[in-house]
Every structure is written in structure tokens, then in C-alpha cells.
């Protein structure tokens, strides 16, 4: 169901090196110092299991015989670990024969490494119920040590190579640094296993293993620090006045981002729906993504990035998408025709609370744009200002936008929300000022106190500035609701076409695109594309009981059959009700899908039922029932009282 194509090109094992993230998780840096010289990024490298643990793990496999874990299962953890570290940091002929098995194989095998920790830790609790258990052999501790010597020999050849990596990266004294802990805890951890085998006293081995039980407790806070920074609750996703404006206006439909002015999937936070998010993306979907803009997918294909361009707004595309609204960043130019007023002739300095002031002509307006020639090395953020005076000396309206000591020279748009209707007359005066504590911004002038100014003025794209404080929101006069009523419906075969169709903005906003017949012809108005629609009819009233999650609610009064389209990508695992009788799913404008519902007032419910969901509760129930008829078992034959036998003890 969703495409993978993308991933067909086999990567290959990680770095050997790699592996001493093990022990040293930040060998190679982390994102908490902004530091990293490694081969993979950070996420994709690590391979954190911690120094204690991996000792403990070398105990389970030398005194393994010790513990209550039967040998299969020990052989099971000892053959899974070779294999996991066999694949992820060798490779060669078993990873290429791996990466032949469909789903195993388009993922990178790096990812294996959450399962060989897990394998690791499980080693490590076997070394642990043989340390608690029993006192071990001789030859037990003689290959405790051996192992030990080997796992320390393995480590120095790593660590060295890994240092010269460091070197050549100039981190040598970063790299030392990382050292540290892991090198103490290893130590104390060979120290304290080696004593808990030869110590006598059950309750002074459980003493010993306890703190072994710390040590790993304290490798592993300090790694989750370095690898999950945590920051103040006040910053974390902090909510801007974007966030607020989009609450309360956006509905049950979705708005779209252009670059990375909100990261992907971020607004889930907030209960907005966003058309881009950090996902596996179906591939309907992600041809409308490409169909809006052509490199939205480049970057990654579970990462689409719409371009920051005037026109992103504007794509009729988005309109079937249910896309309400478009927020894009205050260096991103705003949409409109231009409108020059003064050209430069000169460039001025505008200190901390300095104003200047130009003369322009009334009219429809969404933004001004100025010329900036540089920063004037502002200590923090500058707040660049504009207001909107009449003739009167009313306040129009006021835009502000920040200026960074590293925003590049050259056109500052400065949008405006809705100015005041009707507009009011002329000629109006732009007043631009500067506030900040110090510093200040140098303007391109067309004399000495007036700014040279260009007007950005609206064109007939269906657009408005709906806001305009730290991001710039355009409303999208063209968008269709995500829950909409179409009497009418074209049939597209060909994906192609229907694309091109879909990217004209000629369709009607009554009119629904089908890929396909309908499975029940004859229920609501359809056509072949090159025929003839069916006039308009009277359109239908929508009431969306339920928006979201794993079922959907809509209450339809149509005065003439027609279709319920749903901007939603639930064209797979997903079935239809009308009036509680199973109906069609058909896909309907490209990605999305639409139900055929009859004239009159109907109850329409969409639910998420996927295939193989029934039998996986059922295999679910039966595993139930059996582990807990296994355990019932085992609990009825435990002898009990004076008879039960005793543990031989080990000498």
C-alpha cells in the first residue's frame, strides 16, 4: 500500500568502527555539544548498549551453564548476536542474501541495531542469574577471564582506530572526553563481576550485582541525555501566535507549509492537520505532492518540503486537498503584482528607534517591500516595522518583520493582514522604523529620509493575507472543505491524466474525480472524462459529526443523489456505511475517495477495518489462551511444601 521504491538501492553494513558505540555512545559525537564526525549521522550510528552491560553480557556467555536459562535458549542469543553483528558491521554475501527478503530488505540494515541491544541485554541478564545463583567452577571463572581479556583486546583495537579518526577531525580532546565514563564503569564492572564469582556468600553477591545494577543505570541516564537533550517544558513545541491563529480558524481542514517555516508533523502537537508530515507517504498521495511542486519528495521521500515560492499558494492542487490555509516564512516573497513607488538612489542607516517615512497611493494592499542593504550588527533580533497611515493620520494597519544579523541583503516584504474595507482614500504615508536596543539596518533610500518602496498589490489568485505576525498566512479563497458535496462525477482511467486535470483548476468545485466506474453505477450522476457532465445541481448540506480518527461521521442532507468526497488518503483498509448498509469506497480526485449517497437525509460512517485485522485478534486471543493454559500447567505440577527438591549446589 505504500510506496517503497525509493528504498530498491541496497545500503550497505555501517562502518566497523562503528560498533564501539556500544560502550562509548558519543565516540563519534552528539547532538547536545552540535558535535559529530562520523561516517552515518548520529541517530543512524549508535549502537548503545553500555560498557556494563556488554560485560555482563561476556559473564552470561562464560557462566551461562550456571543460570536457569536452558542451553537452547543460550545457543539462541549467542548465534542471534553473531548474526546481528555479522550483518550490521561486516556485511558481504549473508547481508546481500538478507537484503534479498522482501520488507527486510528496503530497510538499511543499520536499523538492526535496536535488536542486537536487545539481544545484548538479554546476554546480560543471563550473566546476571549465574552471578546471583550459584558460585562458579574454576573453569567457569578461567573462561570468564579469557573472555574478558578478549573483549578488552577487541575494544583497544576499536577505540584506536577510532581515536585517529578523531584526530584527523581535530577532536582528539573531545574524543578523550567520551572516554571517561565508559573507561571507569568497564573497570568497576570487570572489577565487581570478577568479585561475585568468587565470592562465597549469596547475599554478598547480590550486593555486588546491585551495583552493577547502578552502574548501568548511570551509563544510560548519561547517554539518554546526550542522545534526547532535554530543554525547558516552557520551549518544548512552545505554541507561537501561528499555532493560535491556525486553532482557531482552521477547522477540519488542513493547511500547508512552505519549507521549513513549521517542521512536518510537528502541528500533531496541536491538533492541526497538516497536508506534509514526517511519514511514509502512499504514493496517490505523493503524486499530488509532486504535482504541487515538482521537488517536494527530493529532499526524502518520508520528508516532502514544499519549495518557498510566491505561486506554492496559488496551486489548484491544493485546493482539492483540502488545504485552507498556506503559511509561509516573512523572507519567502509575498504573492501579488509589484508595484514600484520610489527606486533607490542611495542607502541610509536607520538606528534603534529611527523612522522613516514615504508617500504612497491608496489601494488594495499585501505588503511593502523595502530594500535592505545590511544589518547593522544588532544584538538581537530586529523588529523592522511598518504602519499604514492615512490622510487623516489614521493607523491602516502595521506589519513587522525580524531582521537577523544574518539575513541576506536585498528585498524585505513586510505583509499586512486585511486592511480596513472600503479602502480608505489617498494618498497614504508609510511610516518604517527600527526597534531594537542597539544596532539598527541600512534601507536603500530614494532621498535622504524616504525609503524606496515597491507595493505588492493582490491579483486574481484566490488569496488573502489572512495573518501576518512571525509568519506570513494566506487564505485560500478556491479551497474545497476536506468534507465536501459533489452532484457530479468524471471517471479518469489514466493517473496521468487525472493529474493534469487536478493542476489545470478547470474542474468544477461540484465536480469529483474517479479513477475508476463506479462499483455501483447508477446511484449518483457520473460521466467518462471526454463526455459530457450532467448540468449543476442544488448543492447539499455537509454536517461532519466526527473528523478524525479510526472512523468518521458525516450526516448528508442531498435534495438529488450524488457523492460525499473525503480529502482523506484512506483508499486502503478502510470500508463505508450509508444508513448502516455497506457501501463502495470509490478513489475519487487522485488520492483521496468518495462515497455515493442518495437523495434524502443520510447517516454516512467511514471506518478503519485493515485487512487481516480480524485474524490477527484471533491469533492474538488463541496465543492468550495458550501461554495462559502453559502457565496454569506449570503452576498445577510445582511440587510444593517439604517434598519440593532442592538445587544441588556447585562446587
Known sequence: ELDLAYRAEKV?????????????????????????YGARNYVEINAFAGATVVVLAVAGFALGASS???RWARWFLAGA???????????????????????LGENGIGRLRSLLALLVALQAGVGVDALVRAEQPYRRVVALGVGLAVLGMGAALVLGSVAATAEAAGRADYFGRQLVLPGVAAVLAVLLVLAATLVRRPE??????????????????????????????ELFYPETPTHAFLAAELGDDRFAVDGYTMVPGSTVVYGLRSATAHTLTPATYADLLTAVDPTALDRSRTYPLFRPTPTLPSSPVLDRMGVRYVVTDPGTAVAGSTEVVATATGQQEVGAGEELTAEVPAGELRAVRLELRAPVAPAAATELVVELVDADGTVLGTGRRRVLDRTPPGPVDVAFAPLPDPVAPGPWTVRVRVEADTGGLVLATSAPDTPAVSLVRPTDDGLAVAFADGSVVYARGRSLPRFRWAGRALVEPSADERLELLAGGALAPDVVLLSADPAEPGVAPVAPAAGELPPPGPPATVDVRDAGGDELHVVV?????????????????????????????EDADHAFVAVAVPAGTSDVRLRYVPRGWRTGVAVSGL???????????????RPSGPDRPRPPRTV
Do not use: H, M, Y
Request: a negative charge; hydrophobic letters at 60%.
Open 12 to 36: 550497505g553494513p555501517l562502518p566497523w568502527r562503528a560498533i564501539v558505540t556500544a560502550i562509548v555512545p558519543d565516540a563519534f559525537g552528539n547532538p547536545a555539544e552540535k558535535v559529530f
Open 68 to 70: 536457569r536459562v536452558p
Open 81 to 103: 548476536i553473531a548474526v546481528c553483528v555479522g550483518l550490521i558491521f561486516v556485511g558481504g554475501p549473508p547481508l546481500t542474501a538478507f537484503q534479498s527478503i522482501p520488507v
Open 204 to 233: 554478598a553477591r547480590v550486593v555486588l550485582v546491585g551495583l552493577l545494577g547502578l552502574l548501568v543505570a548511570v551509563e544510560s541516564v548519561t547517554f539518554a541525555r546526550s542522545f534526547l537533550p532535554v530543554i525547558d517544558r
Open 557 to 585: 442532507d442531498a435534495p438529488e443523489a450524488g457523492w460525499l468526497v473525503v480529502a482523506d488518503t484512506i483508499q486502503d483498509g478502510w470500508v463505508a456505511e450509508v444508513d448502516g448498509a455497506p457501501v463502495a469506497l
Open 623 to 637: 496465543a492468550a489462551l495458550a501461554l495462559l493454559a502453559a502457565g496454569l500447567s506449570g503452576w498445577r505440577r
